[in-house]
T-cell receptor
């Protein structure tokens, strides 16, 4: 499978615990985005990487959230001290951006998401 | 600020009916891109179409067609002769250079096609 893969697909945790999600983008893509989707809403942007550099973070990304993309390949999104409000689907997407950031691929390719439930 | 509005929360039709999903957007950019994505129950977002702001030609792909009207800032999506497999949530989205090409999504329209 050469698409975007995310792991785990489902995570149930107790409030206060830390969780980490992993995203493996399409290998030749230099852009990687994280989105959060709550029930009945569209995906909301969290952060994105160009290669290993994290270029933008949304105000939604509180201090408890951290994302990394070491070596510009896979990415991890960690949530510390989870709260019930963190329950959502976390989506990863990748694409290829050229000079000036313009997409080369013309679209973002999304993974199937990691669903987090905080009890 | 950029914004995408999908006023229809949920639409229910009987199979073989035509259905139009509305999308209205706001942006100050002169160059921007509009998208439609489908999200079936499995959760993955499936790309359907991308349109740039300079191309107002309507597009047809099989049973799907898109009507882009810059004058009304709308990018509507029509499914002709709907099928049960079309049941999903459909999202309209927008991006531009000013938004670092990150997608701004609407809240989605849930389409239910009944047999």
């Amino acid at each position: 499978d050469t698409g975007v893969s995310q792991d785990p697909r489902h995570k149930i945790t107790k409030r206060g615990q830390n969780v980490t999600f992993r995203c493996d983008p399409i290998s030749e893509h230099n852009r990687l985005y994280w989105y959060r989707q709550t029930l009945g809403q569209g995906p909301e942007f969290l952060t994105y990487f160009q290669n290993e550099a994290q270029l933008e973070k949304s105000r939604l990304l509180s201090d408890r959230f951290s994302a990394e993309r070491p070596k510009g390949s896979f990415s991890t999104l960690e949530i510390q001290r989870t709260e019930q409000g963190d329950s959502a689907m976390y989506l990863c997407a990748s694409g290829s951006a050229g000079t000036g950031g313009r997409w080369v691929t013309g679209e973002l390719f999304f993974g199937e998401g990691s669903r987090l439930t905080v009890l | 600020a950029q914004k995408v509005t999908q006023a229809q929360t949920e639409i229910s039709v009987v199979e073989k009916e035509d259905v139009t999903l509305d999308c209205v957007y706001e942006t100050r950019d002169t160059t921007y891109y509009l998208f439609w994505y489908k999200q079936p129950p499995s959760g993955e977002l499936v790309f359907l179409i991308r349109r740039n702001s300079f191309d107002e030609q309507n597009e047809i792909s099989g049973r799907y067609s898109w009507n882009f009207q810059k004058s009304t800032s709308s990018f509507n999506f029509t499914i002709t002769a709907s099928q049960v497999v079309d049941s999903a949530v459909y999202f309209c989205a927008l991006n531009s250079q000013d938004s670092s090409y990150k997608l701004i999504f609407g809240s989605g329209t849930r389409l239910l096609v009944r047999p």
